[in-house]
């Protein structure tokens, strides 16, 4: 008869791969990828390195799970804020100022999922997070230009343009330092997204007006 798992077993496993991601996605904020090893995420999970290896038999398969977790979690969040925008401008507004207050919030942590030198063996996760990415704002672009919003142009370089200036002007070595104070974020989120409007061919007035409507979430600053 084959093995069936048992509700309280299930729920067993799924809360120690729960420990794990959030260790792992803990260790990946402090130090980079070079922090998630399968021996030290264990450890902060609180499980033994014996049963980690049951789960992710390679530091590879436990890189690619964090990864496609994060993807999942951000897109999911970018997405259901330009949803709840009124407009096709105002929403793609929404995504965009969503998009880098979440990642100026974990900046190291998107870092190292998106853009951080890695191994060649989890690149294909990372690039399907930068196309993820990359096609939430690409909807909005088409959204907005077809509405008339926006001058016509080539929606897919600009939406890969943009995730480019996303994560080298607000994660990379690049990225200004400063206070990460809320108000200090609050700034930084403006002046990308009013960067952003710019570029795409929103004029200045109506871009410094989207801008200031935009209403974060208390958890994105």
Known sequence: MPYRR????????????????????????EGGMGAVQVASVAQRAGIAT???????????ELVTALVGATAEREIAA??????????????????????????????????????EPADADVESARAGFRRALAEEINTRIAAAMQAGYLPVQDVSLSSAALVGALL????????????????????????????????LGVNDARARGLVVQIALPAGDL
């Open 6 to 29: 048992t509700a309280h077993v299930v729920r067993k496993q799924a809360a120690r791969h729960n420990a794990i991601m959030a260790a792992a996605r803990s260790a990946a904020a």
């Open 50 to 60: 014996g049963t980690m290896y049951r789960y992710f038999p390679s530091k590879v």
């Open 78 to 115: 970018i997405g259901k804020a330009g949803k709840a925008a009124p407009g096709p401008l105002s929403a793609l507004a929404a995504v965009i100022a969503t998009c880098a207050a979440r990642t100026l919030r974990q900046r190291r942590l998107i870092w190292a999922v998106a853009a």
């Open 168 to 199: 080298e002007g607000l994660t990379g070595p690049l990225s200004p330092e400063g206070h990460e104070d809320p108000a200090h974020l609050r700034d930084r989120v403006q002046a990308f997204t009013l960067l952003s409007l710019r570029a």
